[in-house]
C-alpha cells in the first residue's frame, strides 16, 4: 500500500495540466499530506518551521538533498548537502540531526527510514522543495540566489508564480 499511493500521485499529477491549477498551496499540502499519512514512522518537519529553525544560532542540523544530481544542478534550498556527497561523509555526522527532503517527501522519507536504519537521528521536510517554494523558500545555485526547481516533468510544477519549473 505504501507503495500505491505516491505511484497513484504522481499518475494524478502526470495526467494534470500544472498551469491550470487554481490552489497550487493546497494541492502542495494534500499531496504532501499523503506522503506523510504513508510514513507515519518517519518524523517531518514543516517548511516554515524548519525556515525558523535555520536562522537560529543553535541550528546545526545536516540537510541532505534526496533528489537526482540532475535535479540538484538546477538548485538546492541554502546550505543543503547533495546526498551523494553527505553518503560520502556520513561518519562524521552521527550526532547531528539529519534532515532530508526531495520533491514531495516520498524519497527522502526513504532515505530518512534508511537512516534512522543505521543509527541516525533522521526528519524528512513534509512536502519537499514545492512546499518550500510555497513558503517563500529560498533556493541557490553555485552560490546565487535563484528561483528555477528542476523536475522531473511539467506535471510536477505546482510552484508559486514568483518561481520557475525547469524540466527536461
Same mark, same amino acid.
Given at each position: 500500500?505504501?507503495?500505491?499511493?505516491?505511484?497513484?500521485?504522481?499518475?494524478?499529477?502526470?495526467?494534470?495540466?500544472?498551469?491550470?491549477?487554481?490552489?497550487?498551496?493546497?494541492?502542495?499540502?494534500?499531496?504532501?499530506?499523503?506522503?506523510?499519512?504513508?510514513?507515519?514512522?518517519? #518524523?517531518?518537519?514543516?517548511?516554515?518551521?524548519?525556515?525558523?529553525?535555520?536562522?537560529?544560532?543553535?541550528?546545526?542540523?545536516?540537510?541532505? &538533498?534526496?533528489?537526482?544530481?540532475?535535479?540538484?544542478?538546477?538548485?538546492?534550498?541554502?546550505?543543503?548537502? #547533495? =546526498?551523494?556527497?553527505?553518503?560520502?561523509?556520513?561518519?562524521?555526522?552521527? &550526532?547531528?540531526?539529519?534532515?532530508?527532503?526531495?520533491?514531495?517527501?516520498?524519497?527522502?522519507?526513504?532515505?530518512?527510514?534508511?537512516?534512522?536504519?543505521?543509527?541516525? =537521528?533522521?526528519?524528512?521536510?513534509?512536502?519537499?522543495?514545492?512546499?518550500?517554494?510555497?513558503?517563500?523558500?529560498?533556493?541557490?545555485?553555485?552560490?546565487? &540566489?535563484? =528561483?528555477?526547481?528542476?523536475?522531473?516533468? &511539467?506535471?510536477?510544477?505546482?510552484?508559486?508564480?514568483?518561481?520557475?519549473?525547469?524540466?527536461?
Amino acid at each position: 500500500m505504501k507503495k500505491l499511493i505516491p505511484l497513484s500521485l504522481f499518475i494524478l499529477v502526470s495526467c494534470i495540466n500544472p498551469q491550470s491549477y487554481e490552489n497550487k498551496a493546497k494541492i502542495v499540502d494534500s499531496m504532501a499530506t499523503a506522503v506523510t499519512n504513508e510514513n507515519k514512522d518517519i #518524523p517531518f518537519v514543516e517548511a516554515k518551521d524548519l525556515m525558523v529553525q535555520m536562522q537560529q544560532k543553535s541550528y546545526t542540523a545536516i540537510l541532505v &538533498d534526496a533528489r537526482s544530481q540532475l535535479e540538484q544542478a538546477t538548485s538546492m534550498i541554502p546550505g543543503a548537502v #547533495p =546526498k551523494h556527497i553527505f553518503e560520502e561523509n556520513k561518519r562524521n555526522f552521527r &550526532d547531528k540531526e539529519i534532515i532530508t527532503y526531495c520533491t514531495i517527501g516520498g524519497r527522502s522519507s526513504a532515505y530518512s527510514r534508511e537512516l534512522m536504519a543505521q543509527g541516525f =537521528k533522521s526528519t524528512s521536510l513534509k512536502g519537499g522543495v514545492l512546499a518550500w517554494a510555497q513558503e517563500k523558500g529560498s533556493f541557490t545555485l553555485e552560490g546565487k &540566489d535563484t =528561483k528555477k526547481v528542476h523536475f522531473l516533468n &511539467d506535471a510536477w510544477n505546482i510552484l508559486p508564480e514568483e518561481y520557475e519549473g525547469v524540466s527536461p
